[in-house]
């Protein structure tokens, strides 16, 4: 039977027809891996999600994490799930060999945890947050500092959280109130007590590890006492919940308290916290009130710390909001082909005694269908493609092509996290409707697949946010030169698409929307206002995103126009559709930003 959560076969075209993952084998990093260890840890991944996390998942939707006066509780089924995932070694297994990892190519890996997103969203979070953690320990903490906290989180014993927002700051990291004051010299670096409180911190109290590791911003503050103004004096912080003692067991309980369980619209089975950390009252470490943390890295550098682990978030709930929107998408396939119900239009259908027709057979269910086809499968294949820049980096030998590579991700990061989180959400609405009035039901699966979804254009940046980093930050950075790389590769592709008379149609299409949008990017930054220029940002995203996955999609037509299977026409099909009915979107959004409308800004408060 065909896995409900992701398309094995879109994986294995996506990997070895497309990206030719094989390739990647032929570096030093890689070279003990084969197509074979690749597709064994597909189905490690594919078999672990299946039978461990998609059971529960409804589960834990309908009992949610809880505060018993104690500890926060879940449901049983969560940490046997959570070791399970450990055991396979996937907390670490993009980890080189050295730390217990398997030195798996980030492409390879992304492909397999697609399949943890789709099964169990919820109980995903917690590894998923962790990995981050750890990676960024690897590349900011000390030696101590990996050793005493990463190695334990890639062994599954202790899990990771990331702690930004405040309840009075939200995304305005600029105006966060927690403080950290110097107090000693450790064994992990310079010791600190750390005051405030953090909100929305996901996994951040529960009972399914054996410590938690928080990393904490907060402000160290001035000579004169006082915190310096803005982000620059934010640093970064190791807080653990239990104290590490020299020889590796735990100590005391740290001064981090849980303050109040947030309750969401979806993720319900990922606890969601406010945390108080130096409240000073039932816990006091080493006799005195404040949280002991350890300085991560320098001072004041905290927030590039951190965009380190905040870029591998935002690329990861892209990838979650894929997986959620195509695990819906099989979901509505699947029932859409064994729902009958009504007739076919004309002749044959007037006869009321004859038998029903499945519902894929009405052309407006094909519609939804094949939009929801052409969102997922072109998100899957844009996030996979990130996770291979990754890997290229890591192991390209000359540094200006690192740096490349690197620049690439990070003007193609935005369109990763966000144009995800829009569309496959739009899927998942469109799964309830196929499913008609049982879609709405919590008989039918699809209806938490949505309200998981509506997570992701919020988190990690809203979708606003990322269209400001994108249009006022990565197309003008260094003179352009990202928006540049982007432009070459999409030009790349339209040249060979040129050199098949099927592609032709797609390839003058996307040439077109290509000049615009670099046109209207000029255009928009000659307005000699930030404000303006930067008032309608999330169109020019939407208008970015839209234009990248036709670029995504015209690569995979050319692949499946060298095949001839009905799963390759299938993708011959999800591209036609892509760039009849999708793409002509974008000539409005493109006109309205080189107009330079100002109609947002003049609206006045009281007007509302």
Known sequence: MNSLLISRRDIEFLLYEWLD?????????????????????????????????????????????????????????????????????????????????????????????????????????????????????????????????????????????????????GSSLSDISTRADYECESKYGPQYRVTGNKMWISGGDHELSENIVHLVLAKIPGPDGKLIPGVKGISLLLVPKYIVNDDGTLGERNDVQLAGINHKMGYRGTVNCLLNFGEGGRYRPQGKGGAVGYLVGEAHQGLAYMFHMMNEARIGVGLGAVALGYTGYLHALEYARNRPQGRPIGVDGKDPSSAQIRIIEHADVKRMLL??????????????YCARLVDEAQIAADLDERAKLTMLLDILTPIAKSWPAQWCL??????????????????????????????????????G??????????????????????????????????????????????QVRLRRLADVTRTVWTAND???????????????????????????????????????????????????????????????????????LDMRDACY
């Open 426 to 463: 739009a899927a998942n609405d469109l799964a309830i409707q196929v499913h008609g009035g049982y879609g709405y039901t919590r008989d039918y699966k699809v209806e938490q697949f949505y309200r998981d979804n509506r997570l992701n254009p919020i988190h990690e940046g809203t979708h």
């Open 21 to 169: 993952v094989d390739s990647l084998t032929r570096a030093g990093r890689y070279a003990d891996h084969s197509r074979e260890t690749f597709d064994a840890v597909l189905d490690t991944c594919e078999r672990i999600a299946t039978e461990m996390f998609a059971p529960h998942n409804q589960k834990s939707d309908q009992h949610e994490p809880h505060f018993d006066g104690e500890a926060v509780r879940v449901i049983d089924e969560v940490k046997p799930a959570l070791q399970a995932f450990a055991d396979a070694g996937l907390i670490a297994s993009t980890q080189d060999y050295a730390v217990g990892g398997m030195q798996l190519p980030m492409v390879v890996n992304m492909a397999g945890l697609s399949y943890f997103y789709a099964a169990n969203v919820a109980t995903s979070s917690y590894p998923l947050l962790t990995i981050g953690n750890a990676n960024l320990l690897l590349a900011h903490g000390n030696e101590a500092q990996v050793d005493t906290f990463a190695k334990p989180e890639w062994e599954g014993r202790y899990f990771g959280t990331m702690c930004l927002s405040e309840p009075q700051a």
């Open 371 to 384: 939009a929801q086809k052409s969102y997922v499968e072109g998100a899957l294949a844009f996030n996979l």
């Open 530 to 600: 930030p404000t303006l220029t930067l008032a309608n940002a999330s169109i020019y995203l939407e208008a970015f995103g839209h234009i990248a996955i036709a670029w995504i999609w015209l690569e995979q037509a050319i692949v499946a126009e060298t095949r001839s299977s009905d799963f390759h026409e299938g993708k011959r099909s999800a591209a036609r559709y892509f760039f009849h009915w999708e793409l002509p979107k974008v000539d409005a959004q493109l006109d309205l930003l080189a107009s330079l409308d100002s109609t947002t």
């Open 465 to 510: 946010i990322q269209a400001l980093d994108l249009l006022g930050r990565k197309v003008v950075m260094r003179d352009g030169a990202a928006f540049k790389l982007f432009a070459d590769r999409v030009s790349k592709t339209i040249a060979k698409a040129n050199e098949n008379e099927n592609l032709v149609g797609f390839a003058t299409a996307l």
